[in-house]
């Protein structure tokens, strides 16, 4: 059967591709397009050689239809600058948590909480990405009013998608979360015009700091008891 990571790589890259795109209607869009391919219902039914072409095909559509998120690699994520850095962690239960820049392993208070709901996760990228969203509305217009090409458009967008004040969300999703959960945030990533976005799999840190905010600070006050 296709892997975990296979799985994650296919939704990752139906979203990027406007699969997934609730906003526009087309839930099932990425599932009928994978089905055309493997007559699979399910893309949890995959084997790991088909899913291997899948994200061979969706790579060629992804790059003939959408402009490319910067997707960053795990080793760019240490060079990321601390400010423009936003880690979400999607727990069970649907629960999302978020932190900037470095993890704060001693105040759990620095680990917050929100949801996937507009006025959650979107309101929260929409604070970052502001400048970028509302260029890429007016760009949009612009090409609506046939003031530029298509192409051009595209060209813009992601320009101004991979600038260099435009934040940087790295997504860890836990065992527990569901692919929902997944999907939620990556439509949230093209509603909120981000760029640059990578999906890796989660730390023990990471977990510590869930298990610390729910505890309220309990663990790293033991942790810090240990140590006197």
Known sequence: MATKEQIRRIYALG???????????????????VKQFSLKDHISELTEQQADFIIRRLEEYRSQ???LPELITEEQQNKVKASQALTLLLAEEG???YYE???DYKNYAS????????????????SKNYEAVKKVRELKEKKARLEITEEECRQEIASVKSGKDTPTVIIKATDKSTYKNLIDALDEM???SIGKYVIVDITDGDQ?????????????????????
């Open 15 to 33: 979203a990027a591709a406007g699969l997934l795109d609730r906003s526009a209607g087309n839930d099932d869009n990425l599932h009928l397009w």
């Open 190 to 192: 093209q509603i909120c």
């Open 95 to 97: 629960k999302l948590y």
């Open 101 to 103: 820049g470095e993890p």
């Open 208 to 228: 510590f700091l869930i298990d610390n905010y729910l505890s309220q600070g309990e663990l790293s006050q033991n942790a810090a008891g240990n140590n006197v």
């Open 111 to 126: 680990l917050k909480e929100t949801t996937y709901d507009a006025s959650g996760l979107r309101k929260l990228l929409l």
């Open 65 to 67: 239809v959408a402009p």
